[in-house]
């Protein structure tokens, strides 16, 4: 068989789909079969906006918390610990061995550490004089 390897400045969802199926197919033959099941709680105001909220998706038994948005006229009123909270709620309830997530030196890794979440990484200068973290929270004792 022979091979070529091609740039693509801009991939489409086909493409992104043909790298993604056989390393899915991979993955599931070491690790088992799952399915990435997404979940968002909404920040509303009273017309119904949305003004922020918490994005995730649980997959291979961790919710991997992806977005996370406070208003910023609500900030200090406890909403994102709310928010936090009744993903922690949810995570436990599927039995998920745990929650991680990412976020700037600029955003929020004390509020993280302050709920739990310890630190198991970080990137220096992403971006450029900033660094990005990667927190996470155990849910069950390790076996």
């Known amino acids: 068989m022979k091979l070529r390897i091609e740039e693509s400045q801009n991939p489409t969802e086909d493409e992104e789909q043909a ?3 056989p390393l899915r ?3 599931a033959s070491k690790a088992g079969a799952s399915k990435p099941e997404p979940i968002a709680w909404l920040v ?3 017309h119904d906006e949305i003004l922020g909220g918490l994005y995730g998706r649980f997959f291979y038994q961790w919710l991997h918390l992806e977005l996370l948005s406070v208003p910023e006229q609500a900030r200090g009123q406890d909403i994102g610990t709310k928010l936090m909270q009744m993903a922690e709620d949810l ?3 599927k039995e998920c061995a745990g929650i991680w ?3 700037f030196d600029f955003q929020a890794p004390e509020f993280y550490k302050k709920l739990g979440y310890s630190e198991f990484g970080q990137i ?3 971006p ?3 660094k990005r973290f990667f ?3 155990r849910l069950i004792n390790d076996v």
Do not use: S
Request: proline share 4%.
């Open 135 to 137: 927190f996470q929270k």
């Open 124 to 126: 220096v200068d992403y």
């Open 19 to 21: 790298i993604l199926l």
């Open 44 to 46: 509303r105001d009273e």
């Open 91 to 93: 995570a436990r309830k």
């Open 128 to 130: 450029p004089g900033h």
């Open 101 to 103: 997530l990412d976020t």
């Open 25 to 27: 197919l991979y993955n």
